[in-house]
């Protein structure tokens, strides 16, 4: 797993960053390039230059329906203005046409946009009022960028509880429910009062793009592939059966994808049982329209790409793809595996885009790249996992 704090993380932030020599676009003589860490901007050519301070705002971002950013959301705004003629007023444009995705300007990428300073007086007036040194400062909540997140939790849900806390029962009759519950008497489980009593974090990794320079030449790494789905989790503690996307647990009478999930792959139950108090992590398919990994109609599959162990650390992820994790029965389906070996910047590269190994049809969204050393951790990352996710997918991502 990745960090566990409560820091924004580095792809939901936008950062004040200086700028580097910008380089040659191969293809248009008005346009160039910059490198900001490990992402490519295109730019009009002397529009900035080398030690200048820039906003850079990633993609998956959503920009606020601001002046500055009225180049993106303005087009939308003229379009709706004209289906009620005569009204003075700003529509509103939904997040989706203000969003910051990738693009290719005469067949480079640019990924995300870069602004000047100058564009933001809430920034220029914090640097030269105050004498604030924002280099590196990250300003999303002062100039209003939020990270889009897309449909993510695409079926109906209930959720148990948000952040679970233990809690028993407040009434005497909470408390007899409770006491026949644990008697055996499972019918009243709908009738108690009473919250999740362990934590299961939630599961976050960092963008590489981000951290590019976290794994080091040589370092032994494994690649596995990243599917477009929706994150889950599994875990048997104290007779039940729990299910939950990244951020809710699920009624065990809800509809939803995760719980389908259960009912289309029973050995999650069974090996959560044989591993109480374990949870599982992966990803559940298909929920993203096109991304199908060949699932017949009505058709749910779960891949499993973490477990932590009762002792809250994670199992190393070469025993995880080499099925030495757990009790049996190990007929778990894992993400799959595109390489292991010494990290090479040149070769890994070429694993990002292409299509999915799952069924070889259904473009890829990208790759994960975890240290094999399960001790590996850098500060801002945690353990040393990191997505970097296919250009490709992006930009169709971005015009859906």
């Not at 604030?132 to 509880?161: A, C, F, K, R």
Request: hydrophobic share 30%.
């Amino acid at each position: 797993m990745g960090i566990e704090s409560t820091e924004k993380k580095s792809d939901h932030q936008v950062n004040i960053v200086r700028l580097c020599e910008p380089r040659v676009h191969t293809n248009a003589d008005t346009l160039e390039l910059f490198d900001i860490g490990g992402y490519q901007v295109v730019t009009k050519k002397g529009q900035f230059k080398e030690g200048d301070l820039a906003v850079y705002v990633q993609p998956d971002s959503v920009v606020p329906q601001t002046e500055a950013f009225r180049f993106i959301w303005g087009p939308y705004a003229e379009q709706e203005r004209g289906i009620i003629s005569g009204e003075p007023f700003t529509p509103a444009v939904g997040e989706r046409r203000r969003r910051i995705t990738v693009r290719r300007f005469r067949k480079e990428v640019s990924e995300g946009l870069l602004m000047p300073v100058t564009d933001f007086p809430e920034i220029t007036q914090r640097y030269y009022d105050s004498g604030h040194p924002v280099e590196g400062e990250d300003v999303s909540d002062l100039i209003g960028v939020m990270h889009y997140e897309g449909d993510q939790d695409v079926e109906p849900t209930d959720g148990i509880n948000h952040n679970p806390k233990r809690k028993y029962p407040r009434t005497l009759k909470g408390w007899v429910y409770f006491v026949l519950y644990h008697l055996g008497f499972k019918g009243v489980r709908r009738n108690m009062n009473v919250e999740l009593s362990f934590d299961v974090p939630k599961f976050d990794v960092e963008n590489f793009k981000n951290h590019h320079t976290a794994i080091k030449d040589g370092e032994d790494i494994i690649v596995t592939e990243k599917l477009h789905g929706s994150q889950a989790r599994y875990i048997f503690k104290e007779g039940i059966m729990y299910a939950g996307s990244r951020n809710l647990w699920k009624d065990q009478d809800s509809p939803c994808v995760w719980r389908k999930a259960l009912q289309h792959n029973p050995w999650i139950e069974q090996w959560c049982r044989m591993n109480e108090g374990c949870p599982l992590y992966g990803e559940v398919v298909p929920t993203q329209k096109g991304y199908s990994y060949g699932c017949k109609p009505g058709e749910v599959k779960f891949f499993v790409f973490d477990v932590r162990g009762i002792d809250g650390n994670y199992i190393p992820k070469k025993d995880l793809i080499h099925g030495n994790w757990g009790t049996p029965p190990r007929v778990a389906i894992f993400v799959p595996v595109l390489y292991e070996g010494p990290y090479n910047a040149e070769e890994i590269v070429k694993l990002v885009d292409g299509v999915s190994a799952v069924d070889g049809k259904t473009q890829r969204e990208g790759i994960v790249i975890t240290a094999t050393d399960p001790t590996r951790w850098e500060r801002g990352i945690g353990r040393v996992q990191l997505k970097w996710k296919s250009s490709a997918f992006l930009e169709k991502d971005g015009n859906r």
